[in-house]
């Protein structure tokens, strides 16, 4: 059990090197944590009102049949529910990789802002589907 506290605390001591060393950190972190927020939050307002009419909504549309794909409206929480995994395991990656490979460390962080941006983009056109 030392080891693992011992890891955890190495990892968390790198984080806030990371953080303090340079600016490219602290902007990716804040714009992927804002852009996590605003995923969970547009289906929580508009597509929770619509659990009670709806039970089942478009998920997906195709342009060549329509709209493909129908789900409870809790599937419309997927991608936030994805973009925090994604944003906390890209988050321990940038903090490991930090003192051997800044690179890519870089590259995580970068990365995950871009798919972050995906699924937010995924979500807006889903709560469009809905509207």
């Known amino acids: 059990m030392t080891r693992f506290s011992d890891a955890i605390r190495r990892t968390i001591s790198s984080y806030a090197d990371l953080i ?7 902007y990716t972190t804040i714009a992927s944590l804002v852009l996590v927020a605003l995923t969970v939050a547009l289906p929580a307002w508009k597509i929770m ?3 009670e009419t709806a039970p089942f909504i478009p998920l997906h549309y195709n342009i060549y049949i329509g709209i493909d794909r129908f789900g409870p409206w809790y599937f419309a929480f997927v991608p936030g529910a994805l973009g925090a995994t994604l944003l906390v395991v890209n988050t321990l990656f940038q903090a490991v990789f930090f003192r051997r490979e800044r690179v890519l460390s870089s590259f995580f962080a970068v990365a995950t802002v871009f798919a ?7 979500i807006v ?7």
């Open 49 to 51: 009102p619509l659990r």
């Open 116 to 122: 972050e941006v995906a699924l937010f983009v995924a």
């Open 125 to 131: 056109l889903t709560v469009l589907l809905n509207l």
């Open 20 to 26: 303090r060393s340079s600016a490219l950190y602290r």
